[in-house]
């Protein structure tokens, strides 16, 4: 691990500022994705700014009836809310689906935010890829490829989000709330949130240098059957080879969001139109342009699978 410089930000929107003054600073809660990523040397920051003592760890009911997530709190908390099981059962059940409980009480929603991807690509710093070090080329295009995106991906980087959270939160119709370094505010709907690779794979979101992320807020709940169906190669720690965020309302206003098939959760409003047809009609809208390798065209019949064990679940 190389050296770096640390401090604690007292404000929003001072550690807005600490971080926009540096282009090496990052800012850092739960660490549990960080700080893997500097034991490695692959995120190499010289200034830390700590924002774990800021009063950003509380989930709080919004005046239009939805509720407000601070960004610092922390999943095993927000799987755990009351109200976040009542009325976004999606959510919490994605929550679980993930990691570990010892990382769930670390991990925070700003950090499952921004949680970088899982690529062993990625990860192996011998092997050249566009998103660790722009321009080297991408070793998953002609590399083992089972784990990777056939969604939205370009010749620069196939990778996907690792997250479950991001999913459902995508499915949930969430706004992202922030703060820049000059301390003005911004609310950024989730769909504009992350970034196709295009030919910028190492650019995930659409933050400036120092933009904080505050909370997510999620719109009031309209009831439905709330379902989160995650395929992976083992029942714990492991990430999803697809998923499902599913929110099926009565009134056909359903929402769909998938994850393991893009660089972002993915989301196709055609597609929820398109359930009354069953999973395979529904597939078929949401899968329009796949893009598949030998490795990971089994991801296509996988998703029509799961899809209509979804709505087998959404009926009992």
């Given amino acids: 691990m190389k050296p770096f410089s640390y401090e604690r930000a007292a404000s929003p929107a001072q550690a807005a500022a600490a971080a926009a003054r540096r282009p090496d600073a990052k800012f850092i809660a739960g660490g549990t994705n960080l700080l893997d ?27 239009e009836g939805g509720i407000r997530i601070g960004a610092l709190v922390r999943n095993t908390d927000l799987a755990a809310d009351e109200r976040v099981r009542r009325d ?3 959510l919490a059940r994605a929550l679980l689906a ?11 929603t700003a ?21 660790r070090e722009p321009g080297s080329g991408c070793s998953a295009l002609e590399g083992y490829s ?41 609310s950024i709907p989730i769909a504009d949130f992350h970034r196709l690779p295009g030919d910028t794979p190492h650019l995930e979101t659409v933050l400036e240098r120092g933009e904080l992320i505050t909370a997510v807020t999620l719109p009031p709940p309209d009831g439905g ?15 999803a080879l697809i998923s499902v965020a599913a929110v099926i309302r009565p009134n056909g ?7 393991g098939v893009a660089h972002k959760p993915w989301r196709v409003e055609a597609a929820e139109a398109a359930l009354t047809g069953g999973p395979k009609d529904a597939a078929a809208a949401l899968l329009a342009g796949a893009r598949t390798t030998s490795d990971n065209a089994y991801k296509i019949p996988l998703v029509e699978r799961t899809l209509g064990a979804v709505l087998t679940d959404a009926r009992r």
């Fill in 225 to 239: 059957v709330h379902i989160y169906r995650k395929v992976r190669d083992r029942a714990s720690y492991a990430f």
């Fill in 98 to 108: 993930g990691a570990t409980g010892q990382l769930r009480n670390k991990a925070t």
């Fill in 111 to 131: 950090g499952n935010l921004l949680q970088r991807t899982r690529c062993p690509y990625f990860y192996d710093t011998a092997q050249p890829c566009n998103k």
């Fill in 146 to 186: 089972r784990q990777h995106a056939i969604l939205g991906v370009s010749d620069a980087c196939i990778a996907t989000n690792p997250s479950d959270m991001n999913v459902a939160l995508r499915a949930l119709d969430t706004v992202v709330e922030t703060v820049k370094a000059d301390g003005t505010t911004r």
């Fill in 253 to 259: 206003a359903s929402a769909l969001a998938l994850g």
């Fill in 88 to 90: 976004y059962g999606v």
């Fill in 37 to 63: 990523l500097m034991k490695l040397q692959i995120e190499t920051p010289a200034h830390l700014v700590d924002v774990n003592g800021l009063d950003l760890d509380r989930i709080e009911e919004t005046p």
